[in-house]
């Protein structure tokens, strides 16, 4: 994809910079696009970011990350839901239009409830998004984390809550890590896309071996994740918003990271 005019990255995958350095390494590289992870704005001025990031000719895509709501007590539910919609009023301050949710799951407790508290906790922030003006993404996970990080892991869950709560405020951010090997996932993006729910696209690679599964994610190319043939399917259902490279990897960030960068823009003209 020679036409970087989509190509967006997640300051976490190159988190050893501050975010002042990423922006301006990123704008340099010609990226268009910035999610800003929540933690890179800690002690900063948020609305200050936001326009630092639209100062030089990009856009925010969304603040990543909202979610955790399954818990075993209602006391840690309610706070799981006071800390979103701080997090909602966060993304309006920074001028972000989506929050990604990585839904949460608590080891010990059936998925089921996991699932159902999640749906509620929703259901209760969905009129905080409306006022916020800042969409809710539910990123379905990967089945490996669905002891601690998150309950909802098949496109197919995250597309029934949506229905279910019915608002266009929520809709499904997927990511290839986490969604490439379901067969139902060229059907699921196509009932997203008719519904309106496609709000995010992420990218990364799913290494072999994996050596650590939550921060080994492969420069795309770099493994077995047909991402051309899954972002064919996202514009198929209608999706015309950012490709954004999100990459946890201890190997990448122990690297130099301006070498980084432009692997990653190679990568992605080459593999997305």
């Not at 856009?59 to 997090?87: H, I, M, Q, W």
């Not at 972000?96 to 407790?109: E, S």
């Amino acid at each position: 994809m020679d036409d970087l005019s989509r190509f967006a990255i997640h300051t976490a995958t190159t988190r050893s910079w501050p975010i002042e350095g990423a922006i301006a390494e990123y704008a340099a590289a010609g990226v268009k696009g910035v999610t800003v992870w929540r933690e890179a704005l800690d002690g900063r001025d948020t609305r200050e970011i936001g326009n630092r990031i639209r100062d030089r000719g990009m856009a925010v895509v969304s603040l990543c990350r909202g979610g955790v709501f399954a818990a075993d007590t209602e006391a840690a539910r309610s706070s799981a839901l006071d800390e979103n919609r701080r997090c909602l009023d966060q993304a309006a301050a920074l001028g972000a239009p989506i929050v990604v949710l990585v839904c949460g799951a608590f080891p010990g407790q059936e998925l089921e409830e996991s699932r159902r508290q999640i749906e509620e906790a929703l259901f209760a922030l969905v009129p905080h998004a409306k006022a916020a003006g800042v969409k809710l993404a539910v990123e379905p996970l990967h089945p490996m984390y669905a002891d601690s990080r998150s309950a909802i892991n098949t496109m197919g869950q995250a597309r029934t809550i949506c229905e279910r709560i019915d608002s266009p405020w929520l809709g499904v951010a997927v990511d290839v890590y986490h969604t490439w090997w379901d067969d139902r996932l060229e059907a699921e993006i196509g009932l997203c896309g008719r519904s309106l729910r496609l709000f995010a696209f992420h990218v990364s690679d799913w290494m072999t071996p994996t050596c650590d599964l939550l921060e080994d994610r492969g420069l795309m190319g770099d493994g077995c994740i047909p991402i051309r043939k899954i972002r064919e399917w996202m514009e198929e259902a209608g999706f015309r918003g950012f490709n954004e490279v999100e990459i946890f990897s201890r190997r990448h960030w122990a690297s130099d990271q301006g070498q980084f960068l432009a692997a990653i823009r190679t990568a992605y003209i080459e593999h997305v």
